[in-house]
């Protein structure tokens, strides 16, 4: 059974940062493309960030380039998304996702299996 599991979500003030993190569990090997995408309150679920699953080809949404990292850890089977620089429009519930097939797409409903997501609040 295929599982992802995100942490590291809270509240921050703006200007602050955290570290998401999303543990894989149940895939048979590391090869698979990562993505972190957000929904928040009233808005439709959206692309934040993407990476390959060698770590070499990464991907970013407009609104968060320079601010966020995406990077993984295949020995752990996580991966993990760095914000600073967090502004109250970052509230949103994040959420991990796994792309078996593709080198890990902006498009959501390419991905095979989703995290139950981590809430993150940015205070103004």
């Known amino acids: 059974q295929v599982q992802l599991v995100e942490s590291g979500g809270g509240l921050v003030q703006a200007g602050g940062s955290l570290r998401l993190s999303c543990v894989a569990s149940g895939l048979r090997s590391s090869r698979y493309a990562m993505g972190w995408f957000r929904q928040a309150p009233g808005k439709e679920r959206e692309f934040v960030a993407a990476?390959?699953?060698?770590?070499?080809?990464?991907d970013y949404a407009d609104s968060v380039k320079g601010r966020v990292t995406i990077s993984r850890d295949n020995v752990k089977n996580t991966v993990y998304l760095q914000m600073n620089s967090l502004k109250p429009e970052d509230t949103a519930v994040y959420y991990c996702?796994?792309?078996?097939?593709?080198?890990?797409?902006?498009?959501?409903?390419?991905?095979?299996?989703w995290g139950q997501g981590t809430q993150v609040t940015v205070s103004s």
């Open positions: 996702a796994a792309d078996l097939r593709g080198p890990g797409a902006t498009e959501q409903t390419l991905y095979d299996y």
């Open positions: 990476i390959s699953w060698s770590g070499g080809s990464f």
